[in-house]
């Protein structure tokens, strides 16, 4: 078994919001206006960052990740863009989660823009289906698509001219992210890392929790780093004697909140379907041993 040390979180000692303090709206950069959608919970932290991406000036915005179709959030989203004196000439989505993607179809409509994702249900009949590497020239800028499949199938970061890249929940503003099973692979998620951390991001604007300005490089290195300490912290479950799933949980997450157990549970069984094909354990449907 390979020795792991438990990973240190470079963000413990930044000087980020605390839980339930970002601001509705921010303006992160000349480029980008975040807007907080008010569905806080324990997965979608302080709740779903929009973003509106358009040169100053210009008189436009992309919004990305409209997140849940609320009159409230509705009402921000415009405040926001004419603070900017723009209007929305695209809509474009990270993944298909609803508390990502639910206002794509309906605020598109509303402000007569496309709707583009990964997914063709998510961008509609009349919608575009991104590709890895399409360069989306609008609002007076480039945002560049970047495939990084692993918390879903169907997950894009878009990286803009400053340097910054919008990662929706392949990284949050706190924690980590889930990568649950069926929809999530673990070893995808893990090259989708490295292609991110090799982009040398300038800010890591997440989907959840506050922007990433500091040292982005160093959360990358770090959720590497969390990956592999969670492989080790299960398979010593198992010498320990769990063999199922909900043992694993209640070993390894013992000292995390019971609400978010069942989705540590998902994230467990997509982190034994990477060891199974490794051949490190064997996974027989709920119950594992080691080889």
Known sequence: MPDV???VDPRATWDLPAPGAMPRTADLEPLVTRVLAPNPSPMTLDGT??????????GQAVLVDPGPDDPAHLAAVEAALAARDARCVAVLVTHHHGDHAEAALPWGMRFAAQVAAA???VAGPAG???EPGDRL???GTALHVVPTPGHTADHLAFRLESGAVLVGDHVLGRGTSVVTHPEGDVRAYLASLRRVHD???SALYCGHGPELTEDPGAVLDFYLAHRAFREQQLLAAMVRGAGTVDELVS???AE???EVWPAAAQSTRATLDKLAAEGHVVLESDRVSLP
Do not use: E
Request: no cysteine; glycine share 10%; proline share 13%.
């Open 5 to 7: 040390r438990t990973p």
């Open 49 to 58: 960052n929009t973003y509106l991406v358009g040169a100053p000036g210009s």
């Open 119 to 121: 997914d063709a249900r």
């Open 128 to 130: 575009r289906v991104l």
């Open 137 to 139: 020239a609008l609002a």
């Open 199 to 201: 982009l040398g991001p």
């Open 251 to 253: 070993d390894v997450y």
């Open 256 to 258: 995390v909140p019971r």
